[in-house]
């Protein structure tokens, strides 16, 4: 199957900084990809929908200028949570899929430490 | 709102094979019967998916009843690496209801 990858793995901040976390699709084309965020015990839940080069679509609930999305090329993603605060603190994952292929392929998660 | 519902946790003895029921009554025409597994920690992994006949691969099989109001995903011969939540989903594969949305899942325990 395709290969997602995330970086970083983990990470630990104080509040009141910013986290980026990069998704990058490694051997396809993702014109879609999406970000999830888990907290513990808890099922994954979508947090928005980007296509490349244009603005992501959020869900209802999720602060679109506190959690920003750039899909700007085919394999690239980026979320920066803005001013991070302890509730933050979650297991973000992102995926990605491919034009015209209906499988949406996962990456292995980051995990936010907000101190 | 819910569109599968599962069992909260199941266990299997190692060797054996792994029955994991699903019930999607509400399932549309368009929509497709997805399965992923999510390791602890780790992000969701592909399984399988259907339409309404029934699919097999090098991982699991998939049986959808001829209403398609539910499926069964089969691990012919569970491991101790199977441990897992396995997510059901129903999808279309197109417009805003392609969206992989994921329930709360079943958590299988693989024991020896």
């Known amino acids: 199957g395709a290969v997602v990858s995330q970086h970083p793995s983990w990470v630990i901040c104080k509040s009141g900084t910013s986290v980026k976390i990069e998704c990058r699709s490694l051997?396809?084309?993702?014109?879609?990809m999406f970000w999830y965020r888990q907290f513990p015990k808890q099922s994954l839940m979508l947090m928005a929908t980007s296509n490349e080069g244009s603005k992501a679509t959020y869900e209802q609930g999720v602060e679109k200028d506190k959690f920003l999305i750039n899909h700007a090329s085919l394999t690239l993603s980026t979320l920066t949570v803005t001013s991070a605060h302890p509730e933050d603190s979650s297991f973000y994952i992102c995926s990605a899929r491919e034009r015209d292929y209906n499988e949406q392929f996962f990456g292995p998660g980051t995990r936010l430490t907000v101190l | 709102d819910a569109k599968t519902t599962q069992p909260t946790s199941m266990d299997c003895a190692e060797g054996r094979a792994a029955n994991l029921p699903c019930n999607h009554s509400?399932?549309?025409?368009?929509?497709?019967v997805y399965w992923y597994r999510q390791i602890h920690s780790q992000g969701p992994q592909y399984i399988i998916h259907?339409?309404?006949n029934n699919e097999t691969n090098e991982m699991a099989s998939l049986i959808i009843t001829e209403d398609r109001k539910s499926s069964t995903l089969i691990l012919p011969h569970a491991t101790l690496r199977d441990t897992a939540v396995y997510y059901c989903i129903v999808r279309a594969h197109t417009g805003t209801a392609s969206k992989l949305t994921f329930g709360t899942g079943t958590r299988l325990q693989v024991t020896l």
């Open positions: 509400t399932i549309s025409g368009n929509e497709y």
């Open positions: 259907g339409l309404k």
């Open positions: 051997d396809f084309q993702a014109t879609t």
